[in-house]
Structures are given as C-alpha cells and as structure tokens.
C-alpha cells in the first residue's frame, strides 16, 4: 500500500498507536537497558517515510483558526484513570491498582512527584495534628506513612523523621521510590502526554441528569489519543480535566515561587566580622552540603501563559542575584547553585465545587463527617485535624470524576492547609480506592458505598480520626 492511501487511522496504527496499543511497561527488558558510556552508533536509520498527506493542521480561514473535526485513535481502555502524578496522582493510582482494578496513570513530565519533586518542594509539612489533651498524633497514615518508611529504607532518601517534626525528602530519591511503587502495583502509565480535554458521554446520566466522563484526551508527540475509563481523578492540582468537562469550580489566583537547591553550604567557613546571608541559604536535606530554598513570590494566575513565563524568567534573574549574595560573601565562595526547580511552583488555582465543602471554621471547630474519607493535619501540627468529607472530592454537577490534592473543595483559608503534601497523599489515596470501589459495583462514584470504602481505607491502614 502506497503511503498516500493509508487513513489517518491505518497510518496512527502503522507508527504503533492503533485501538489496542499497550500501554507503557514499566519493567526493565533487556533492550530498555542503557549503558553509562558514550553513543557507540554513529548513524540513524533512514527510518519510515510519510508523505505529509497525513496531516490534519489547523485551518486558517477569514482571520480564525479552526480546528477540523476528525476521529481521535483511542490508546488505552481502563478502569480507573488518574491524570497528573504528583502527590495526589500516585497515591491515587497505587490505591486503586491495590484495591484491585485495572488502573491508568497520565502525566505531563517524564517523572512522577509532581511539586514534591519536580518542583523541588520537598518538606513535608501537616502530618501532626494535636489531642485535645495537647498531645502530638500522626494522622498521616497509609501510602504517607508507607512511603516515609521506604525512603529511609533508601539511600539519602529522608531527614528529620522524628516524632512531631516534619521531615525533608530527597527530590531524585523520591522519584525513584515512586517508579518502584508505581512499577509494583502494576499500573498502567502514560509519560509525556499531556490531557487537553475529557471526553464525556453524548447521553446523560439517566439518574441525575449530569454528564457522564468517559475519558480524556492526551497530547503526545505523535498527536492527541483517547483514553476511555469507567471513573477519572483529577489530580492535576489545577483542575486541567474537571474544567473541560463541565465541573462546576473556582478559579483562584496566589502567590508562586520557584525553589532551587544550593550545593557545599557545609563548606561555608564564615569569615570574622561577616554575616553570612542566612535566610539565603534554606533548609537541610538528606544530602549532606545540600539545602532547598523555598520561594514565597507574587499573587499570580497559575494558568496564565504570561504570567508563567513572566514569573519564570523573573524567579530565575531573583534566585541568580540571591546566590551571587551567598557566593560573594567571604567564607562562602565555594556554594554553587546545584539546580532550580524544573517547575515553577504554583500553589492553588482551580478548586472544586464539590458536595461539601471545607472551612477553616469547621475544621477549628472539630466538625465531624458520616461521609468521612480521610484526616488531615496542620502545618506543624499546631491545632486539631479534621475530617475530609467524600463530597469535598465529588463534583457536585458531573458524573464519575473525583479530583483529590490541592484542587479539593476548600474555602479560601482551608484550601491553603489542604494543599499539603501529606494533605494531597491522604486525598489521593481516599479517591483512588472510592474509585476502585464505583467500578466494581458498577456504580456512578456519586452512589458509591462508602462504608466499603472505608473499610478498604483502614485495610490501607489509613486514619480516619
Ligand atoms: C513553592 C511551593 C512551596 C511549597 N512548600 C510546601 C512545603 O514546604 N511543604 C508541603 O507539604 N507543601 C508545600 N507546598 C505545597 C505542595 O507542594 C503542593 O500543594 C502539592 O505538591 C500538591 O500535590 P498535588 O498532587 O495536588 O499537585 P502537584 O504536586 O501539582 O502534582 C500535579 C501533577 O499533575 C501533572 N499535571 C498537571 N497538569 C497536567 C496535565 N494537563 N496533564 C498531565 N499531567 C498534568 C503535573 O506535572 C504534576 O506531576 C508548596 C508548594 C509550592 C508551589
């Protein structure tokens, strides 16, 4: 067959992304093994050739663009899908994988950690909260607590993971443990692929009337592919999924920084009548020499094109001044700026409107929940906790999506505690299993069981207050 014959849909299968494509394995074959050495190949393939009649581009017709209509090849069919692999995401994939269906897991970047790790936040705050009889208790059970574990297990994975304080993780060491954990439970993933869009059903849900989400679609190098599910997670942290297809939500901006980490700082011999910039110099890691600077920055839209790449060519001139203040400063001259977060840092944007919603007020005044999936804690675990309802991740208009993470029903003040990284895992994890449980029972997540969701939860060994 002549190239110009094949159909767009004959020609996605030819390169390998046809109906029924397998998704990414994760295990280390042979011919995945790469050595450490020098490129020993010195010329490429010609390789398959196409004709460029293939191509469906935009059209550009009296001063607008459109987009033509054409069929989309789907690449993978899945349970549960949870979209974005941060904090939330992985503990959202592996409890679903783990409570026993087939799951999906699709991020943008080429790692999994999301802020934690591309973002070069790696404090872990919020695990604590106080008894009332003003004792510290862990709440921050579960995957949290699991993954904790395992990077002390792991070389210069964790510091400070002592009782009642907030421990510092390891960017690269965290990103190995999760491919570890995400490999063991078997999960499906997608890397590189951005989601642009959520696919919903032409008729809606006969109950309630809401539309139905049957998926999403990624972009990839080689275009935009489907990928159907009986359930969707959001946790994109800013909602990237939710607002496409109809989530009722809110758009907030606030402040964005971006962190970076500064290398020899054990190597700072501080020279007499020198003050040495301190609040320049950041917190400690399990690297020995290494410290993170955190970045408070600008209220700012987080999913605003310009106001992105304003901020990061700023941040970066800020950081660059800041760290020619450390390296001049006698004793100092052998710091080096190691790295700047690979991604900007932005906080909070889209939020749900979801069921029920968090307030600061009720979290203080200890409000309890029936609908109860999770339990959060506070910074550095200076007040109580409190209880996440279910509805605080459900949409309250559509169909079979949940988000979890910083993009939860919260009230502005709340949102900004939920945002934490032990906050997000706890979200995740309640998500992915409540997920896991609508698809066995074949249910909407709206009508899901939640006393099994429960019960699986504790099986989890997540708190629950
Ligand atoms: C500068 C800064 C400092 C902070 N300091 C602390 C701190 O000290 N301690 C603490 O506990 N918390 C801190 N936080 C908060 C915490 O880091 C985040 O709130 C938390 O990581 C949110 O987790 P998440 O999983 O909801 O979202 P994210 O961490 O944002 O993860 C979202 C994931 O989804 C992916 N994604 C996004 N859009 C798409 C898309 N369209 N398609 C595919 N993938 C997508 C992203 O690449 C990412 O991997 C800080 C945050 C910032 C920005």
Redesign the pocket.
Known sequence: MKLSELTRRSWLKNVGLGLGAAGVGLSLNSSDEARADFVTKKVATRGKEYSGEEAVPCKFSNGKVIRPASEIPTISETDVLV????????CAAIAAARAGVKTTL????N??????T??L??????HWTRTPEGEKLQVVQGLGEEMMKRLEGLPNGICDRQFGR?PTVDSEVYKYLLVEMITEANIEVFLH????DSIVDDNPDPKTGNPVVKGIL?QTKLGPHAILAKQVID????G??FATCGCAHTRRVY?????CRLGNVDKIKPAPGTKVPGHLLGGVTPVKGVRWV????PDSDGLDVRDLTRLELNHRKQIWKNYLQVKNTPGCEDVYLLET?P??????TRVIEGTEELTLENAKAGKTYDSCVGYGGA?GGDHIGWQIPYGALLSKNVENILT????ICGAPGMSELL??????WV??QSAGVAAAVAVQANCTARDVNLNEVRRILKEQKVYLG
Do not use: K
């Open positions: 979209v974005g692999g941060g904090p939330a995401g992985c699709v991020e943008r970047y790692h999994f950690g999301g802020l934690a591309g973002g936040v790696v404090h872990i705050l919020g907030n692929s951005w989601a642009i990624i946790c994109t942290g800013d990237d999924v402040h964005i920084g971006l962190p955190n970045m408070g920055g977060a991604q900007i840092g932005v906080r909070i910074w979890a993470g910083r993009s945002r934490v990284i032990p906050n997000c979200s995740g």
